[in-house]
Each structure stands twice: as structure tokens, then as C-alpha cells.
Nanobody, 119 residues
């Protein structure tokens, strides 16, 4: 079983920055793609950014040019650098990983970390 633990959330003023981390742990696991999702109150969970094990990256339209996703495969850790934060970025941010299994992939989720951007 793979556990994902997010950290780095908090309260920041508009225009500020935060860096989120997601650490994966467990025994004998391999992860393909990882991603950050977010969910604001009353809204559906949406993709923020994703990165494959090979480094291919995809961003949601609302965060392009402001957020940067990265990954350290040796440490099984993923990061999200968030700059120029806006009040509309306020949400719970979740880490997601596609864990390799013999039958395909198993989706793992972290518990989420709150990001609040004040105006």
C-alpha cells in the first residue's frame, strides 16, 4: 500500500507564494504519473498539474505560467511551486499518484492540504 502525505499549505496574501510537497511511502512500489488536484467549497475537484515519471507535464488553464510542478523520483516526492497566488486559488489541494500494479494502475490520494489566499 502506498501512502501520500501533503505538506506546505497555509494562509498567504494575494500575490504571494507557497510550495506544496507530496511524499510517497510504502513497500516495493513504483509510481507512474503524479498530479495535484484541488477542490474549492461547492466545486468539483479539478486538475491543477500532472507529471509523468518521464517528466511530461500538463497544467490546468487557470494556473499556467503561475504554478510549476516538479518531481524527485529518487525521493518519491512531488512539488508544486505556486506563485502569484489569487483568492480563487483557495482550495484543498490533493496529491494523486498512479501506482503501478500487475493489472494496471491504482489511484492513490493524499489527505489534502488547505491553501487559503486572502485578498
Amino acid at each position: 500500500q502506498v501512502q501520500l502525505v501533503e505538506s506546505g499549505g497555509g494562509l498567504v496574501q494575494a500575490g504571494g507564494s507557497l510550495r506544496l510537497s507530496c511524499a510517497a511511502s510504502g513497500s516495493s512500489f513504483s509510481i507512474n504519473a503524479m498530479g495535484w488536484y484541488r477542490q474549492a467549497p461547492g466545486k468539483q475537484r479539478e486538475l491543477v498539474a500532472s507529471i509523468t515519471s518521464g517528466g511530461a507535464i500538463n497544467y490546468g488553464d487557470s494556473v499556467k505560467d503561475r504554478f510549476t510542478i516538479s518531481r524527485d523520483n529518487a525521493k518519491n516526492t512531488m512539488y508544486l511551486q505556486m506563485n502569484s497566488l489569487r483568492p480563487e486559488d483557495t482550495a484543498v489541494y490533493y496529491c494523486n499518484a498512479a501506482v503501478v500494479r500487475s493489472y494496471g494502475y491504482l489511484a492513490a490520494w493524499g489527505q489534502g492540504t488547505q491553501v487559503t489566499v486572502s485578498s
